[in-house]
């Protein structure tokens, strides 16, 4: 048996969750997970899922078992995204932390991720946001002894623009933005034709040309289809006739 759990342990990494169907492709099947449960090797996660003794996964580690062990299409997206990679100045103050998870459309989170207890609120989605889908919009982020799949920050910034419904939000799409000065434009041009939402694209043309980086000037906009009619936003702001949309006057904007 202590050779079946040393060989479970060097393919486990510390910090994430083991799954019960990882488990039994492993060999340790319901039985012999009681006896790694008793013996002090194993303790109980939720319903489903295990972490190694002594350990606290959090939504990192849970969210490595949704990736490598079941095989889900689940990805850090948005803010998340961006924080994960350095570049996330869009923390609320104070408070629980926002974990942003977008999904293919029809994934569920399982029963086990859903109900945990995470040390940060988790807003999961899954809309279609991109079609086709853009495969050099993701990366790894390495986590300890682990990675995860995030949005690459070209691809996090579409989706922060898809979430913004609020004045708040869009007022510090362009502070965001600002830090953002290496994006690749053939990865933004490709996310920007693949994007389905023309309010995420006006959102995100308008605060690129805002911020004023070089890579803007490499883009293809009369390539994009940005929908028609006119946008109110920003409710309250002034009206911008290039994207047509209202955003935040000059006094709101946090650049």
Known sequence: ??????????????????????????GAYRQLVRQYVAGGWLQPF???????AGDSPDWRGGLFALQTQLHLDVHAAATTALSLKGLGHYLPLGGRP????????????PAWFARHS??????????????????ESFMSVEQG?????VSAPERAMLEVCHLATTNAAIEHL??????????????????????RSSKAKRLFLWSAETAGHEWFSRLS??????GK????LYRGGRWDPKYKITVPGKEDAHV
């Not at 926002?98 to 989170?109: D, E, H, I, N, S």
């Not at 906009?221 to 940005?226: E, I, S, W, Y």
């Open 229 to 232: 009619g006119k946008r109110q």
């Open 46 to 52: 939720e319903r489903g899922a295990f972490a190694r």
């Open 174 to 195: 362009p502070e965001l933005m600002a830090g953002l000065n290496t994006l690749r434009p053939q990865v933004v041009q490709s996310l920007l034709e693949a994007c």
């Open 1 to 26: 048996m202590e050779s079946k759990i040393n060989q479970l342990m060097k393919q486990w990494p510390k910090g994430t969750v083991g799954t019960a169907p990882w488990l039994q492709r492993c």
């Open 145 to 149: 002894e682990f990675s995860i799949r």
């Open 118 to 135: 995470w040390e940060a609120e988790i807003r999961y989605t899954s809309p279609a946001l991109f079609v086709p889908s853009v495969p």
């Open 221 to 226: 906009p009369d390539k994009l289809d940005l």
């Open 98 to 109: 926002v974990v942003y998870l977008f999904g293919a459309p029809g994934t569920r989170l």
